[in-house]
């Protein structure tokens, strides 16, 4: 697709929050943090689930959305460390844990976040290598002609031990991981909201993008972020567009750093506007966000 998507519908963000976990030479012990966002967690969850739960709550602190507030979940690999232990369980002749084969379900952690906060809205999970935060927005912005409000969250947990989960990922021996939980919460009746998603945009690929962003006119000071498949031509990027570039701050492997990149961006607001570029093997993405 070359130009705007479907819809761009403007997302009024009205509370945000980013957990950035490194990776540790054993995963370390997520529940007393939960329990400072939510007194009573389930029992018998996975650490997906767990990091989910953790960062929808750190979003709303203690708030409750509308009860048909829809949920919209981006993962990368989803369950991984429940697969691998299934996998290697059924390999050696065991049998998987009921539990645990339930939770790998791709819906769980949307349905453990949805039931936690009283709201009974659609629930969608996006998985995928590349632009899972985006597709999300896309979803947000598409499905909510008649609500007001959506919640938007990016999840990675790793899978120990991590030499095996960087040999998984194809990444060198010696590169650092983060886990993330990342989330937005747009709400239209906002009365100061944080920033607004102007629009996410698709385009076929980086020459298109940049003759079509080189077009538009960006608030004074904007800045521009790159993802990891862009930044090798980011002085392309910086001359199409004439924005000064955002702060880098990645520093080891996570699947979802534009989502980490937006929301901290709106926590922070270093500038008054972000525009945030993600290049993957489908072509190139490119998302607004105005402050």
Do not use: K
Request: glycine fraction near 8%; hydrophobic fraction near 45%; charge should be neutral.
């Amino acid at each position: 697709m070359n130009g705007p998507a479907v819809s761009e519908r403007p997302l009024r963000v009205g509370a945000v929050a980013t957990v950035l976990l490194p990776a540790a030479a054993a995963p370390a012990p997520l529940r007393d943090e939960l329990r400072q966002v939510l007194p009573e967690p389930p029992r018998r969850v996975s650490r997906l689930i767990e990091l989910a739960l953790l960062g929808a709550h750190r979003c709303l602190r203690g708030a409750r959305p509308e009860p048909h507030c829809p949920l919209y979940l981006a993962v990368t690999h989803g369950c991984v460390a429940d697969a691998v232990s299934l996998v290697t369980t059924v390999s050696r002749g065991g049998l998987p844990m009921p539990v645990g084969f339930i939770n790998l379900s791709s819906n769980m952690a949307g349905f453990y976040v949805a039931s936690t906060l009283g709201i009974h809205g659609s629930n969608q999970s996006v998985a995928a290598d590349d632009f899972a935060f985006e597709g999300a927005l896309e979803l947000a912005g598409l499905g909510r002609e008649h609500r007001a409000q959506a919640l938007i969250g990016a999840v990675e947990e790793c899978a120990w031990p991590l030499p095996e989960h960087r040999t998984r990922l194809a990444l060198a021996e010696d590169r650092a991981l983060m886990e993330a939980s990342h989330w937005l919460f747009v709400d239209d009746n906002a009365a100061r909201p944080l920033a607004t998603v102007q629009w996410v945009r698709r385009y076929a690929d980086a020459a298109t993008a940049q003759r079509a962003l080189s077009r538009e006119r960006w608030p004074a000071g904007a800045q521009l972020a790159l993802g990891a498949r862009a930044r090798g031509s980011g002085a392309e990027w910086l001359g199409a567009t004439g924005l000064a570039p955002a702060v880098d701050e990645e520093a080891a492997h996570s699947g979802h750093w534009t989502a980490y990149r937006i929301c901290r961006f709106i926590e922070t607001r270093p500038a008054p506007a972000l525009l945030h570029v993600s290049a993957g093997v489908s072509g190139c993405y490119a998302v607004y966000v105005t402050t």
